[in-house]
């Protein structure tokens, strides 16, 4: 197995096991292990294993896969994402306050065809449908990714 994957699995054990906030805190704890990188390198890990920064707590953040977004996301046992609705060629996204940039840096992150942009907001997503799309679907597919 190349080292790349090797350390990538690994991180992805250490941010699913723990509170990891930084590439500093990041990297101690690779190197705790016996793995060494730059922060380049954890830089083009975090990007390409969809790694999602989010709010903790009052004060801290941490590193979440793009699969604990939802629901049931280790950071916490309650719903990151409160509800989804339609205006037009707009989804309007609430999450928990502190939530809704990691939420619409996953949605950027998945790269969908139907979805222009977002922005982020402290608990609220906006998401941006390209005309061609159907938002009540793009709703429907949206609430079983985040929910995932």
Do not use: H
């Amino acid at each position: 197995m190349p080292d790349r994957q090797k350390r990538r699995e690994l991180i992805m054990e250490l941010v699913s096991g723990r509170s990891v906030g930084s590439q500093r805190a990041l990297a101690a704890l690779l190197s705790s292990r016996g793995v060494s990188a730059t922060q380049a390198t954890l830089s083009r890990d975090i990007r390409e294993l969809g790694l999602v920064k989010v709010a903790e707590g009052r004060s801290g953040s941490r590193y979440l896969p793009p699969a604990e977004l939802g629901g049931a996301g280790a950071a916490s046992r309650s719903p990151v994402v409160l509800g989804i609705e339609c205006s037009g060629n707009l989804l309007v996204i609430r999450t928990r306050p502190g939530f809704a940039q990691s939420v619409a840096a996953g949605i950027d992150q998945a790269r969908w065809s139907e979805v222009l942009g977002t922005v982020g907001g402290d608990d609220t997503v906006l998401v941006v449908l390209a005309e061609s799309a159907s938002p009540g679907a793009v709703r429907s597919r949206m609430q079983l990714f985040l929910n995932s």
